[in-house]
Nanobody
């Protein structure tokens, strides 16, 4: 059975940096799009960044500050977050389109990012 396991969230001061990690466990044969979303209470989950074989997309709100990297050999995706702002505080969710015996979409459990001085 395939799972996504996230790590790296926590408390950071404004202007600080964090790196989120997400790795797939289980019998994954192929890796498609991987992405990071975030959600705050009362709001819809929003796309932060995505990466595939063909393209990388970064939300305008984080462009120039966040970088997404995918390591296919490790079945992992990372989100490097720099110059964090209070409005970046959210629960961050990893997403992946993976193939074991068929293509399926998977979500991580979420990791909290808190921005506070």
């Amino acid at each position: 059975q395939v799972h996504l396991v996230e790590s790296g969230g926590g408390l950071v001061q404004p202007g600080g940096s964090l790196t989120l990690s997400c790795a797939a466990s289980g019998s994954v044969r192929l890796i498609g799009t991987m992405a990071w979303y975030r959600q705050t209470p009362g709001k819809e989950r929003e796309l932060v960044a995505s990466i595939s074989n063909d393209s990388t997309e970064i939300a305008d709100s984080v462009k120039g500050r966040f970088t997404i990297v995918r390591d296919v050999s490790k079945k992992a995706v990372y989100l490097q977050m720099n110059n964090l702002k209070p409005e970046d505080a959210a629960v961050y969710y990893c997403y992946a389109r993976l193939y074991d015996d068929m293509w399926r979409s998977y979500w991580g459990q979420g990791t909290q990012v808190t921005i506070s001085s």
